[in-house]
């Protein structure tokens, strides 16, 4: 089922358990993510980002992305991450996706604000979701390397900060720098648990930690504990597709569609370790915000019909 941020996400920040975000950017990668959170009961995020556009266009994803959430048996958001340009924010919600990520964080404080604002404005009138970035999350999505060569704790997101921006921006939930980065790691990471706790516990919207590939399972576990409700993986996925084609790729005489299953099958492995990590296995099961409980509507429309009988 196709649904928006909020729900998938409040229920992880009032249970303490992660939902994965997972970039999807072919037809494998897709497959491979919905087979995991069906076969596990999770609810999973499901996108693109800006800088990934150029392996496959916003339309294309839109074509496969929307349609798949809407069969799957369990809750999906179609979400724009880092989207970088107004204009990709928007068509991203002309499209159908249910979730943007508007991410201005390079930008003075009071520009992001007031840009992050006005989006999500734009982003509620579509019944959408929107997410902001706080501090600043170094290296490149989707890139092979994270660049960890400056002191990375000058971009760490300040938690006084950070309720005045939930405040003022009105998103629905916050992508936090402490210690993370995008891409692969050069040098193992330090995460501030300690400010993601202080965080969580200053704003009340759901947190969510950027450049997750390439960090411990205890470190996962431990920032969600913390607060973390929303955990970025793309990295791992990506490269266990390439991994796995390899291995299938014995002599000249295969063609692709020897491969596509490999794929799917890598990824499907590796989206399921991730969920099972985060404890979000059999979430997706239970009811989400935004459906109807069919015995409390027959309940409510039973109490009208006997309030205008008279009863």
Partial sequence: MLVNMNEVLYPAKKNKYGVGLFNAVSMELARGIIQAAEQTGSPVIMGTAEVLLPYCPLEEVSYYLIPMAKKARVPIVAHLDHGLKKETCIKALELGFTSIMYDCSTDSYEDNVRKVREMADIAHSYGATIEGELGHVGGVEGGTGADQEEDPTKYYTDPEQAYDFVTRTKVDALAIAVGTAHGAYKLPPKLDFNRIETIANTVDVPLVLHGGSGLTDNDFRTAIEK???????????????????????????KG???LIPAAVEAIRKAVVEKLELFNSCGR???????EIDINDLVAKVTAEVLKHMGK
């Fill in 256 to 258: 692709i569609t020897d």
């Fill in 227 to 253: 607060g973390i409700s929303k955990v970025n993986i793309f990295t791992d996925i990506n490269i266990a597709a390439v991994e796995a084609e390899f291995r299938a790729f014995t002599d000249m005489n």
């Fill in 284 to 290: 997706g099961l239970q009811q989400t915000p935004g």
